[in-house]
């Protein structure tokens, strides 16, 4: 259970779960946490670290980072017993639980928090037992204990968890964390994983030192840090071909920063100018020289008694003018610098609204308000299906000009070649660059790369797509597939239909669901399953005819009760007559195809109380 492929198959597994994580030794962590504890590494991160550092385990990091809040007791600090009454007379729902390799009864209790949560670093409210949040972190399965070489295990589990494994954490635990206090956010790390020097492990330069340069590309110091990175990775021995490499990532990220965009020459002049100096002993003498955003009142010189900023920070206007406002080419469904994903079922319509997307960003559509898209121009339009002549005849119908949408070819003679969004990114890019074209449509995801949909990889396809979205400044919008219903679910779209990995969704600024409610009229109704730069927009309605698409009034979405509301509906029924046991009321909810997660889920929204070991209802039926 311990060897590398299988910590790195569990490491993976957890990032697919949104959790972030770090690579340890026994419980020491062995590259520097920090920015973990705030974003999620990449899967190619991931990678380098369990091949290229002395790594034998892995980390989650707990808090909002993970949306995870952690219960740890450890038996050996609860000599009295009062850590092992507090677990026992806690409602605590059962969830993902852990037993550490030490064997003596040590657990690790997961739990979800609601996005947003904000609360301590660490309570303990009893012995024996710290429930762990902002700025900490647990080892989990498969790695093994340092003292007993014994490995963490999941309990009750022969397999990898999943999200439906992990329960919400109860009201009361919430407020037992409540807001965070002045100590509880230690600037060391965790009690369970120590810190290493901000220095990259080997094998893992290029990925390090590019997180740090895009942090610190604020303001109109974009060449200053594109030296300072080659510099870097001169230092750590990166050779020059490599160097230029991810120089050139750096310089498609932080293209758009500034007044005028930041080119590749420039990049590739400061890898230049950077190798013609020798290397040095370290890396880091480095960081001194490049510009630290002092805090309000504070003066520059005065940081730290004078001594520089091993890191630096950026204030709000730092944020404002790196990101800007947001920018639109149909507000608010379709927001320029980002990815727009449509999702709906085989057949409802998808390509026709990608096709009537495209026909409006050319200029030969309006929109269905009247109005036009804020910058018409060419497309880019990635077809994976083998569909194009289909998209042809449509495109024509709708009104587009020949020479207003372009197909990479990829060297092939015959317009016939599909993409692949991971091996082509840096041709499409280019294509996209040289054409000046002000939008980029994918149809369809799946079509576009050979990796298992439901995998963590598929990160890196969403990572590019939104790269490239960025870098080009224009709407990428990509048609993507639901998968099929389990017998419980509703026949509304949701994100939780979206086919394959949730980097998918994770990715997306704006989601828009395609769903025929009424099938017998056949009205398409598009709905924003997700909009990140506003509140979410009204629904629209469109049908199809041999004319193209026809904008009419929005169909009623088709509503039925979901498994939530028939769990709620089951357990008011259940103890209608009285308290019971929670264990007979699961064993009746799975014979109603209830699973225990959504069973225990529904018990606040139902009003159950805990009572002498019993389930009852806080207020009887009626009352």
């Given at each position: 259970?311990?060897?590398?492929?299988?910590?790195?198959?569990?490491?993976?597994?957890?990032?697919?779960?949104?959790?972030?994580?770090?690579?340890?030794?026994?419980?020491?962590?062995?590259?520097?946490?920090?920015?973990?504890?705030?974003?999620?590494?990449?899967?190619?991160?991931?990678?380098?670290?369990?091949?290229?550092?002395?790594?034998?385990?892995?980390?989650?990091?707990?808090?909002?980072?993970?949306?995870?809040?952690?219960?740890?007791?450890?038996?050996?600090?609860?000599?009295?017993?009062?850590?092992?009454?507090?677990?026992?007379?806690?409602?605590?729902?059962?969830?993902?639980?852990?037993?550490?390799?030490?064997?003596?009864?040590?657990?690790?209790?997961?739990?979800?928090?609601?996005?947003?949560?904000?609360?301590?670093?660490?309570?303990?409210?009893?012995?024996?037992?710290?429930?762990?949040?902002?700025?900490?972190?647990?080892?989990?399965?498969?790695?093994?204990?340092?003292?007993?070489?014994?490995?963490?295990?999941?309990?009750?589990?022969?397999?990898?968890?999943?999200?439906?494994?992990?329960?919400?954490?109860?009201?009361?635990?919430?407020?037992?964390?409540?807001?965070?206090?002045?100590?509880?956010?230690?600037?060391?790390?965790?009690?369970?994983?120590?810190?290493?020097?901000?220095?990259?492990?080997?094998?893992?330069?290029?990925?390090?030192?590019?997180?740090?340069?895009?942090?610190?590309?604020?303001g109109g110091n974009r060449n200053e840090t594109g030296v300072w990175l080659a510099c870097q990775l001169r230092d750590a021995g990166v050779s020059e071909t490599e160097t230029r490499a991810t120089v050139l990532g750096y310089a498609r990220r932080v293209r758009h920063l500034?007044?005028?965009?930041?080119?590749?020459?420039?990049?590739?002049?400061?890898?230049?100018?950077?190798?013609?100096?020798?290397?040095?002993?370290?890396?880091?003498?480095?960081?001194?020289?490049?510009?630290?955003?002092?805090?309000?009142?504070?003066?520059?010189?005065?940081?730290?008694?004078?001594?520089?900023?091993?890191?630096?920070?950026?204030?709000?206007?730092?944020?404002?003018?790196?990101?800007?406002?947001?920018?639109?080419?149909?507000?608010?469904?379709?927001?320029?610098?980002?990815?727009?994903?449509?999702?709906?079922?085989?057949?409802?319509?998808?390509?026709?609204?990608?096709?009537?997307?495209?026909?409006?960003?050319?200029?030969?559509?309006?929109?269905?308000?009247?109005?036009?898209?804020?910058?018409?121009?060419?497309?880019?339009?990635?077809?994976?299906?083998?569909?194009?002549?289909?998209?042809?005849?449509?495109?024509?119908?709708?009104?587009?000009?020949?020479?207003?949408?372009?197909?990479p070819t990829l060297g092939e003679a015959e317009p016939t070649a599909i993409p692949d969004l991971l091996k082509h990114a840096r041709v499409i890019e280019a294509l996209a660059l040289e054409h000046g074209v002000k939008a980029i449509v994918v149809d369809s995801l799946s079509g576009g790369h050979a990796l298992d949909e439901n995998s963590a990889e598929m990160r890196a396809v969403l990572r590019e797509l939104s790269a490239l979205a960025a870098s080009v400044g224009v709407p990428v919008v990509v048609v993507h597939h639901l998968r099929k219903r389990s017998l419980y679910e509703t026949a509304e779209v949701s994100l939780d239909r979206i086919r394959g990995s949730s980097a998918i969704a994770q990715f997306a600024r704006s989601i828009l669901g395609l769903s025929v409610p009424d099938r017998d009229a056949g009205t398409v109704l598009v709905e924003a399953l997700k909009s990140s730069f506003c509140a979410r927009p009204p629904s629209l309605g469109f049908r199809i005819s041999e004319s193209g698409i026809e904008f009419v009034v929005p169909p009623e979405p088709y509503r039925v009760e979901g498994v939530g509301e028939r769990a709620v509906a089951f357990l008011r029924m259940a103890l209608a007559d009285g308290a019971r046991s929670r264990v007979d009321l699961l064993a009746l909810a799975t014979e109603e195809g209830i699973s225990r997660a959504t069973f225990d889920r529904a018990k606040e929204a139902a009003g159950v109380v805990s009572v002498d070991g019993k389930w009852t209802l806080s207020q009887p039926c009626g009352a």
């Open positions: 259970m311990g060897n590398a492929s299988t910590i790195l198959q569990a490491a993976l597994a957890y990032g697919e779960l949104g959790w972030s994580l770090v690579p340890v030794r026994g419980k020491r962590c062995v590259v520097d946490w920090k920015a973990w504890q705030a974003q999620q590494p990449s899967d190619a991160l991931i990678r380098s670290w369990f091949s290229g550092t002395d790594a034998t385990g892995v980390a989650v990091v707990c808090g909002a980072v993970s949306g995870l809040v952690v219960i740890d007791f450890d038996p050996r600090n609860d000599v009295t017993g009062e850590g092992s009454a507090w677990l026992s007379n806690a409602d605590l729902p059962d969830t993902l639980t852990c037993a550490t390799g030490r064997g003596d009864g040590g657990l690790h209790c997961y739990l979800r928090t609601p996005d947003g949560f904000v609360g301590k670093g660490k309570v303990e409210p009893a012995a024996g037992v710290e429930v762990r949040y902002e700025g900490h972190s647990v080892v989990a399965p498969p790695s093994r204990h340092p003292d007993t070489g014994k490995p963490y295990v999941w309990q009750g589990l022969d397999r990898l968890p999943t999200l439906d494994d992990v329960t919400d954490a109860p009201r009361w635990l919430l407020d037992l964390l409540g807001p965070p206090g002045s100590d509880s956010r230690p600037e060391a790390a965790p009690q369970s994983v120590e810190p290493t020097p901000t220095r990259p492990p080997d094998g893992d330069s290029g990925d390090f030192w590019l997180a740090k340069a895009v942090a610190r590309a604020v500034g007044e005028h965009p930041y080119t590749e020459a420039e990049a590739l002049a400061s890898v230049e100018q950077a190798y013609k100096r020798p290397r040095r002993e370290t890396a880091e003498s480095q960081t001194s020289k490049l510009p630290v955003v002092p805090t309000r009142g504070v003066a520059p010189g005065d940081r730290t008694n004078g001594a520089p900023s091993s890191s630096g920070v950026v204030n709000l206007a730092d944020l404002r003018s790196f990101f800007g406002s947001v920018k639109w080419a149909w507000e608010p469904y379709v927001p320029i610098g980002h990815v727009t994903l449509v999702c709906g079922e085989t057949g409802i319509g998808k390509s026709w609204f990608a096709a009537y997307l495209i026909a409006a960003f050319t200029g030969a559509q309006d929109l269905p308000t009247g109005a036009r898209v804020s910058e018409t121009g060419g497309v880019l339009l990635l077809e994976t299906e083998s569909f194009r002549g289909s998209y042809a005849e449509r495109l024509g119908t709708l009104g587009v000009g020949n020479d207003d949408v372009v197909l």
